[in-house]
């Protein structure tokens, strides 16, 4: 049979954001793929170098808005460094609370994105509405649904009053009972088995040979988060499992997924009954010397490295980030082999890409 | 919700979205107001497409990326007339933190013309629906061939109603202003630019440039900024640059030689010394020179 | 040898070198390497070796300092993960004619990375395999960054200077206190 070629947009993808891929197909089976990328390149890396270093404190939260906070989190820890600066402990409990308020957020639309896809409309609207808890929460507590504003040099510049405190409590005990449905539904319910098992199959050593990260490589059996290997800031203090999974299909990568959505709501549990008192931002115009650093985290799809070099100015010398999508792309290829073309935005969704993220 | 009343008897106007290389931010948002019941679409008579020529409305969200500059505009060319353009963010409107580089090409009015702006980044799901409705009240003037309707003198129904801290627009005090321009320094967006002019020194601070990230207030050091709940914020097209907050700190004579200068702002000398004595009521008229002068001849050890 | 400093030394060593690695370890006691090879090619037999200790690759970052840039060169820093650690390995290239070798043979994820090398700077990376634009349209010139930088001479504020003499005009005068 002589393979042809389709291109397929964001309309066929059920994507957001504009992202092609050129399919080489046999029949209905997809035996080929090329990433298109750099529709919304709008050159980030050379506008930090622009930017001081305050104002990429700002910037950087608008690389993506599904994992927002992870970049200003991240960029700032790579400054402190450089700097000296310790971030007081309480700093560091709220850092860690608006990562995984937003990890929860990030999450949830995925999976509502896969019931769209998968034509759960009913299921679709459900997660939806669960993840406007989050939405709501996000507004109430830092007053915007996607780009908290979070984060400074030496810390963090909102804080949780007594009172948002025990909001923030409710929310999170709000969350439960429809986190422990979702997971039910999303592993169990037949009509999503049979679309999801066995499908998009990445096994454990491509996992590998490809370097995936976040809940891909860990839907493929590698037990890798970042807020384990490398902690930073309060994860040293805190306990949770690393959700893995060993079929490396949709629905591993869903199930990952959901389970650390309910890891989240325990470590934001955890942060409200542990942090202490005090300031949450240390000193706020420090000198930033000359230096080099490198700062990691785990965002929502997985290990975020920041590399930044500086001379003394509050310019960069060189600010350069990688991000979790970046490292999944190329395993479609793996995913994508061998299955049917309409099975293709399925298995796109699975890897949760990011594409304002990869085009930076 | 704000302006349109549902007439039932009018069919569904049908929206479009365009991606102009977002953040997807805009685009999430818009993704909850066809899903979540209390931002649905379909309770302002609109509701969803995806196909361009059954369009009525656009909604354009990103900065215009050079990469997708082409298939945006093939894709608006799709639209039949009338057909309205809402701007959804600030990226669109302006550019935001994305103007200047090298890989985008917006605003997109440079290309397109746009009739409503929605300010916000991303704007709240209330905010664009406010501004979807301004588009439909637009679409059905240009479809019967009449003047729109007059702004609505209350342009900000909700304002107060919200009790959240939602982050909005930002304020400005002249009063407690030094004329540091740290804010202009640390704005992202660029929305911020600080003009000497004959009687004093002018702040504008633009909205529709402005990300609402309230780190110009974070390290204000006298609290001149501050961040309201003022959010809804869409505005008809010819308002664009009129979406403004300004003050001018004026210029007073050094009490030495006369030359003008930036008095120092009450709030500064409380932020510095805690309160104010008659030395520092004598020294904070003079300029640099007259105030080296007489506190070097007055000093005492 | 189960330390992973004296294993990355023992590793870089197989290139021929001793390379200086230096250590640091932040106040949660996560472990970073840094280190320069003497040669840029040298590159290749270190990753070879890294790739020994299950080390991936993380990034590649290429930049062009002002400082660097007085001393005739430019400088790519390749950061390997090994289980938590960050290794970084500098090498340096002359600023005209710069070339290095893909890694792609060893660690297939260079293969984006080793694309944007060529396309944001003036760096030939030999041996890849795929060799085309990945972010820029085709409209924007080669090299992107290496025209736009050094900043202090570049100064393309044009859009946001146009936006704001609107602004000024149309609402400047019109509100004076």
């Given at each position: 049979?002589?393979?042809?070629?389709?291109?397929?947009?964001?309309?066929?993808?059920?994507?957001?954001?504009?992202?092609?891929?050129?399919?080489?197909?046999?029949?209905?089976?997809?035996?080929?793929?090329?990433?298109?990328?750099?529709?919304?390149?709008?050159?980030?890396?050379?506008?930090?170098?622009?930017?001081?270093?305050?104002?990429?404190?700002?910037?950087?939260?608008?690389?993506?808005?599904?994992?927002?906070?992870?970049?200003?989190?991240?960029?700032?820890?790579?400054?402190?460094?450089?700097?000296?600066?310790?971030?007081?402990?309480?700093?560091?409990?709220?850092?860690?609370?608006?990562?995984?308020?937003?990890?929860?957020?990030?999450?949830?639309?995925?999976?509502?994105?896969?019931?769209?896809?998968?034509?759960?409309?009913?299921?679709?609207?459900?997660?939806?509405?669960?993840?406007?808890?989050?939405?709501?929460?996000?507004?109430?507590?830092?007053?915007?649904?996607?780009?908290?504003?979070?984060?400074?040099?030496?810390?963090?510049r909102y804080e949780l009053t007594p009172e948002l405190s025990m909001y923030l409590g409710q929310r999170m005990e709000l969350m439960k009972a429809p986190l422990d449905e979702l997971y039910r539904i999303y592993t169990t319910d037949p009509a999503i088995r049979v679309r999801t098992e066995g499908l998009g199959v990445l096994p454990r050593q491509e996992a590998k040979d490809y370097a995936v990260v976040g809940p891909v490589a860990r839907g493929s059996g590698i037990a890798y988060d970042v807020r384990k290997k490398s902690p930073y800031g309060a994860y040293d203090r805190l306990n949770f499992l690393v959700a893995t999974e060993t079929s490396g299909d949709v629905r591993a990568r869903a199930s990952v997924r959901l389970r650390e959505a309910q890891e989240s709501v325990s470590l934001i549990e955890q942060c409200l009954t542990r942090m202490p008192d005090g300031k949450s931002c240390a000193d706020i115009l420090p000198e930033i010397p000359a230096g080099e650093t490198i700062a990691k985290s785990e965002a929502p799809r997985g290990e975020l490295i920041y590399y930044l070099s500086t001379d003394g100015s509050d310019m960069p010398a060189r600010l350069k980030w990688r991000v979790p999508s970046y490292m999944n792309w190329d395993a479609l290829k793996v995913m994508l082999k061998g299955e049917r073309v309409t099975d293709i935005p399925l298995i796109v969704n699975s890897i949760d890409p990011c594409i304002s993220c990869t085009d930076r | 919700m704000a302006t349109a009343p549902k007439n039932l008897s009018e069919p569904l106007l049908q929206l479009y979205r365009i991606n102009a290389g977002s953040c997807n931010g805009c685009d999430v948002e818009l993704a909850t107001t066809a899903t979540v019941a209390s931002f649905d679409v379909e309770r302002i008579g609109c509701s969803y497409t995806e196909s361009p020529a059954e369009a009525d409305i656009v909604l354009v969200t990103g900065p215009l990326t050079v990469r997708v500059r082409e298939k945006v505009l093939r894709a608006y060319g799709e639209v039949p007339e009338p057909k309205i353009t809402v701007a959804v963010g600030v990226c669109p409107i302006s550019g935001g933190v994305f103007r200047d580089s090298y890989a985008v090409d917006g605003p997109v009015d440079r290309y397109l013309p746009v009739d409503v702006n929605v300010p916000g980044c991303p704007p709240r799901p209330q905010a664009i629906l406010a501004g979807i409705?301004?588009?439909?009240?637009?679409?059905?003037?240009?479809?019967?061939?009449?003047?729109?309707?007059?702004?609505?003198?209350?342009?900000?129904?909700?304002?107060?109603?919200?009790?959240?801290?939602?982050?909005?627009?930002?304020?400005?005090?002249?009063?407690?202003?030094?004329?540091?321009?740290?804010?202009?320094?640390?704005?992202?967006?660029?929305?911020?630019?600080?003009?000497?002019?004959?009687?004093?020194?002018?702040?504008?601070?633009?909205?529709?440039?402005?990300?609402?990230?309230?780190?110009?207030?974070?390290?204000?050091?006298?609290?001149?900024?501050?961040?309201?709940?003022?959010?809804?914020?869409?505005?008809?097209?010819?308002?664009?640059?009129?979406?403004?907050?300004?003050?001018?700190?004026?210029?007073?004579?050094?009490?030495?030689?006369?030359?003008?200068?930036?008095?120092?702002?009450?709030?500064?000398?409380?932020?510095?010394?805690?309160?104010?004595?008659?030395?520092?009521?004598?020294?904070?008229?003079?300029?640099?020179?007259?105030?080296?002068?007489?506190?070097?001849?007055?000093?005492?050890? | 040898m189960n330390d992973v400093k004296?294993?990355?030394?023992?590793?870089?060593?197989?290139?021929?070198?001793?390379?200086?690695?230096?250590?640091?370890?932040?106040?949660?006691?996560?472990?970073?390497?840094?280190?320069?090879?003497?040669?840029?090619?040298?590159?290749?037999?270190?990753?070879?070796?890294?790739?020994?200790?299950?080390?991936?690759?993380?990034?590649?970052t290429a930049y062009l300092t002002d400082s660097a840039r007085q001393r005739g060169v430019r400088e790519i820093a390749y950061h390997f993960d090994l289980d938590g650690t960050t290794l970084t390995v500098t090498i340096e290239l002359p600023l005209e004619d710069a070339r290095v070798p893909s890694l792609t043979m060893i660690f297939r994820n260079a293969d984006w990375n080793e694309r944007e090398l060529m396309e944001l700077y003036d760096i030939q990376v030999t041996g890849h395999p795929d060799p085309r634009r990945l972010f820029l349209d085709k409209s924007i010139e080669p090299a992107a960054f290496e025209r736009l930088i050094p900043f202090s001479t570049f100064t393309n504020g044009a859009a946001s200077k146009a936006l704001w003499n609107k602004v000024m005009t149309m609402s400047g005068t019109e509100k004076a206190a």
């Open positions: 049979m002589t393979p042809s070629i389709i291109t397929l947009g964001p309309h066929q993808l059920a994507l957001e954001e504009p992202m092609y891929f050129k399919v080489e197909l046999e029949g209905d089976t997809v035996v080929g793929l090329d990433v298109m990328a750099g529709h919304v390149h709008r050159g980030m890396e050379h506008l930090v170098m622009k930017r001081n270093l305050y104002q990429n404190i700002t910037l950087l939260e608008r690389l993506c808005s599904l994992c927002s906070n992870s970049h200003p989190s991240t960029f700032c820890t790579a400054v402190e460094d450089i700097a000296g600066i310790v971030v007081p402990e309480r700093a560091e409990y709220l850092r860690a609370i608006a990562d995984e308020i937003k990890r929860i957020s990030s999450h949830l639309f995925n999976c509502a994105i896969m019931a769209h896809i998968i034509g759960q409309g009913a299921l679709f609207k459900n997660v939806m509405q669960i993840r406007e808890i989050m939405q709501e929460t996000k507004e109430a507590i830092y007053g915007n649904r996607m780009d908290l504003a979070a984060n400074c040099i030496g810390g963090v | 409705e301004e588009a439909v009240l637009l679409w059905r003037a240009r479809r019967d061939g009449v003047l729109p309707p007059p702004v609505a003198s209350q342009p900000h129904p909700e304002k107060g109603a919200v009790s959240t801290g939602v982050r909005g627009k930002m304020d400005f005090n002249p009063a407690a202003c030094v004329g540091c321009r740290m804010c202009e320094h640390v704005c992202a967006g660029g929305a911020i630019r600080f003009n000497e002019e004959f009687t004093g020194l002018r702040f504008t601070l633009w909205h529709n440039s402005c990300v609402f990230c309230g780190l110009c207030r974070h390290y204000c050091p006298t609290g001149a900024l501050t961040v309201t709940d003022e959010w809804q914020l869409a505005h008809r097209q010819d308002q664009k640059y009129h979406l403004t907050t300004q003050g001018i700190m004026p210029y007073a004579p050094c009490s030495g030689c006369g030359e003008l200068l930036l008095p120092v702002a009450p709030e500064l000398l409380r932020v510095a010394f805690r309160g104010t004595g008659r030395e520092i009521d004598r020294l904070k008229s003079l300029c640099t020179e007259c105030r080296q002068k007489q506190s070097i001849g007055g000093r005492r050890r | 004296d294993r990355v030394q023992a590793a870089l060593s197989q290139t021929g070198e001793e390379p200086l690695i230096e250590w640091r370890s932040d106040r949660k006691g996560v472990l970073t390497g840094w280190c320069r090879l003497g040669e840029a090619a040298l590159i290749l037999p270190a990753a070879e070796a890294l790739v020994g200790l299950e080390g991936r690759l993380s990034t590649i």
